[in-house]
């Protein structure tokens, strides 16, 4: 679905899984330093937008999700996860409950198969499920910002801002009134920044919660009766993921940011040595330069020195081996 904000001056069109959006509108680092001030919005409207309304809502999501949600207190935000029977991410939703309605917006390209399973899992329960992604926008306001929210509007308040569910025919004249707007692209870097995994760039087919630092966060360890929850357990109190996040500091004087699946190695082992994991985001940051997250192999020294492809990297814990 494209954006409108895509013709406003100066916006360049992203690209892959972010298509539909701008990547930026002409100044990347500009756009950086107006969010990381908490001035100006994030255009997200290719996020799928999902509701779920009816007497059962919030219980029959606890059987369905990794997060707590049978008690959800009204706009009180949370995030949770829809896994695999073998405990493998398939989905990450983002949820505030206004008191009728659950909001959730999920990544581009997965409402369709998100909708399809909440479906086949209504059975008696008093729930109805919608997609409403033609009608509603998702915008995110940095932190910080003082940007009125509509009357009527669903927000989702966190620590990193607010998404707000806005009606997608108010989009631009919002975007008019409180921007400017600021492209995908300084929105990730202060996602790689902030160390917060993104489903489909941090995930492969394989990805468990605990390898992203999900634990917390969007998987309740005191609760159970959910898809995937016997893997969730059993690494918890019995063993350690066999992969880990890792934050990454790239050698500013490389030209090109080595990009997704990049191989990364011991540099002392060069190009030729062992693979150990992959890039998984890389951005250029307004203050930090080329930064990077990855997914390594438990078992890498977290004092290792890494190479991204040809690029030299230090790495910082975000999960702890």
Known sequence: ??????????????????????????????????????????????????????????????????????????????????????????????LVDDGTTVWMHAEPGTRGELVAYLESMKFFYRVEVADRTEDFAVVHLPAGSIAPVPDGVAVRETAHGRDLFLPRADLETYAAAHGPVAGILAYEALRVEAHRPRLGFETDHRTIPHELGWIGSAVHLQKGCYRGQETVARVHNLGKPPRRLVFLHLDGSEVHLPGHGTPVRLAADGAEGRQLGFITTSARHHELGPIALALVKRNVAVDAELIAGDTAAAQETVVEP
């Not at 904000?5 to 539909?20: F, H, I, Q, T």
């Not at 950086?32 to 007497?55: I, Y």
């Not at 029959?60 to 949770?80: C, G, I, K, M, Y």
């Open 1 to 94: 679905m494209k954006s409108p904000l895509l013709s406003l001056p100066g916006a360049v069109p992203a690209e892959g899984r972010d298509e539909g959006v701008a990547a930026h509108y002409g100044d990347l680092f500009r756009e950086q330093r107006a969010l990381a001030d908490g001035s100006g919005l994030v255009d997200l409207s290719h996020h799928g937008v999902v509701t779920v309304t009816g007497d059962d809502r919030l219980s029959w999501l606890h059987l369905l999700l990794t997060q707590h949600v049978s008690d959800l207190a009204p706009n009180r935000a949370t995030e949770a996860l829809i896994l695999s029977a073998n405990g493998h991410i398939e989905h990450a939703l983002y």
